[in-house]
Structures are given as C-alpha cells and as structure tokens.
C-alpha cells in the first residue's frame, strides 16, 4: 500500500467518525432543550363540565423571551381553556416559569390533547400529548317521577291579543285619522292666516343686529377667536358692500382697503386701523394665529363706530365707480 492511499484512507475513517460525533451531539442537544419543558397533569378521565390542571414548567435563563400557549388555541378543541395563569418560581439562582391551565370539555368523549407550542426566543418547544376522556353525567331514572299529561286548556283572547292580531288595521286607521285632523287644521289656519309682508333689515339695521347677536354669543370668554374674528369680519364687509354696492365680500383685504380710500369716508387713521384689522382677521381665518387680547375689544369699538360714521353719508356723491360712469 502506498503512503499516498494509507493517508487518504485514514482521513476519510477520520471525517466519518466526527460527523456521526456531530449528529450525536446535535441530538442531545435537542433533547435537552425538549426537556426542559415539565408537564403535568392531576387527571386525563372526567365528566362534562368538571376541571382538568395542566401545568407546564420551564427553566428560564436571564433575558429570554416566552411566548405561552393561548387561550385561543385551536388545536385544543373540543377542549376548553377556563383560566391561564402565569407563575414564577425562584429556586436559589435558578428560576422557572410556570403556567397553569384550567380546562374542560362539554362534549363527551374521547379526545387527544395534542403536544401545545412554546416559544423560547426563536425556538419553538413543544409540551407532552395526553389522551383524554369525557363522561357523559348519568342519570338515575329511579328518581324521576311522572306525571300526567294535562289536556289543552283554551285561553281567553284580551284587548291586547285583538291588537296583535288586526295592529295594521289598526295603524292604518289612526294615520288617515292623523291626516284628517291635520288637513282640518291647516284649512282654518289658512283662513285665518293674515298675510304678512317681509320688511328687510336696511345694512345699519343688519350690522347693528349682527353686532348684538355676536356679543351674546360670549366668544371671547370661550377662547373662540376664529369665529369671533371671522363674523367680525363678515359684518363689516356685508355692510360696507351693500351700503356702497359692490362685492366686498369678493374682495381681498388690501384691495378692500383702497377701495375705501377711494370713497374718502374713513381718514388715514381709519383706513390704517381697517387695513390692519382685516390682515388680523386673515391671519386668524388662514394661519389660526391669535390677535394680542387687547385687540379683541379694540376692534369691536371701531367697527361699530366706522358702520355709525357712514350711515348719515350721501352714498350717491361718495360712490367712485358710479362717479366715474
């Protein structure tokens, strides 16, 4: 034999030996892991409805995560999981965590409890498999007594009854009846009816009571300053619109502000205070930013006294678009 072949030889009886050693290890390493995981059970034989203690212990090292058997599980029906609780057990440096479940069944039978999974970090290990059997409650007819048949009695219809049996007729009648009643009454009321003609609110008499309504309304004592600033807004604009007939309502704030320095109702002081009330009132309305509070009642007080300075005007003279045509 050549030293060539007693050498390859030699390595190959070597490489057989360490991977059946490698398998061997491999396998008791998982068995160990199995068996760390301790179940056990008071009973296996039952009658319906009577309790079953399954207890499942495991040895935890530090900084491992669990994942219990639910009590949701499918596989163990038609088992029941009554109560799960969860228990821990500190045996010097040892520690073990235990669940204990309650269980029962409600059909009789005999059942498997199939092998229930635990998860250990990224493992997942699996508990004992128990046959289970469920007794049916016997009961002793020796005890039971009879009696007779009792024959049909006839009952006696009451009020009730009838309505249940003719309700629809019933509710049928008792709306034409309603609509009766109802058209009689709009009949005389629409006789009696004096027709009543509508005088609209002229634009001092609308802004005055839009003021009014919004004083009540106590926006300021609720912190609401985005309604308060855009009715505020609203009023004057409406006013200022239909006094001098144009669409103030359309337009934005600067060009509102040169609209009326082109009335020359309101002096410089004026029309500075407008300009920088309606970019307040923008800034409320589009960017929620809150005015200082001092402004709140400022603001109130000249756009009541602006509405009160234009209502003696001659709109006609002071008009420019109906200047200019």
């Excluded at 030889?9 to 390493?29: E, H, M």
């Excluded at 609401?224 to 600033?229: G, M, N, R, T, V």
């Excluded at 004026?270 to 402004?295: N, Y």
Aim: aromatic share 10%; proline share 5%.
């Amino acid at each position: 034999m050549r030293k060539e072949d007693f050498v390859f030889g030699w390595n190959w009886k070597v490489y057989k030996v360490v991977g059946w050693l490698t398998f061997v290890i491999c396998f008791l390493l998982n068995a160990l892991v199995v068996a760390q995981i301790k179940t056990q059970i008071d009973t296996t034989d039952i009658t319906i409805g009577e309790p079953i203690h399954l207890e499942i212990q495991l040895p935890l090292r530090e900084g491992q995560k669990v994942v219990w058997v639910s009590t949701e599980n499918p596989s163990i029906a038609p088992l029941e999981i009554v109560e799960s609780r969860l228990d821990t057990v500190q045996n010097k440096e040892k520690k073990t965590l235990v669940q204990r479940l309650r269980l029962t069944s409600f059909e009789a039978g005999n059942y498997s409890l199939s092998s229930l999974p635990i998860v250990v970090d990224e493992d997942t290990l699996l508990t004992a498999a128990f046959q289970i059997t469920v007794h049916d409650v016997e009961i002793d007819s020796s005890f039971l007594t009879g009696f007779p048949i009792k024959p049909i009695m006839e009952e006696e219809l009451t009020a009730m009854d009838y309505y249940k049996e003719f309700q629809f007729i019933v509710l049928a009648l008792a709306v034409i009846l309603l609509l009766i009643v109802l058209l009689v009454y709009l009949y005389f009321r629409r006789k009696k009816q004096k027709i009543k003609v509508l005088i609209p609110l002229s634009p001092y008499e609308e802004a005055k009571l839009s003021l009014r309504n919004l004083d009540q309304q106590d926006h300021l004592k609720q912190q609401a300053i985005y309604p308060y600033y855009s009715s505020l807004s609203y009023i004057l604009r409406k006013y200022l619109g239909r006094v001098y007939d144009f669409p103030s309502l359309e337009l934005l704030s600067d060009d509102l502000v040169e609209y009326m320095r082109k009335l020359a109702v309101l002096d410089a002081e004026q029309l500075s205070e407008l300009k920088q009330f309606l970019h307040d009132a923008d800034l409320v309305k589009f960017a929620k930013a809150t005015p200082a509070p001092e402004k709140h009642l400022q603001y109130r007080k000249s756009i009541e006294a602006w509405i009160e300075q234009i209502k003696p005007l001659d709109l006609e003279a002071t008009n420019p678009d109906k200047k200019e045509a």
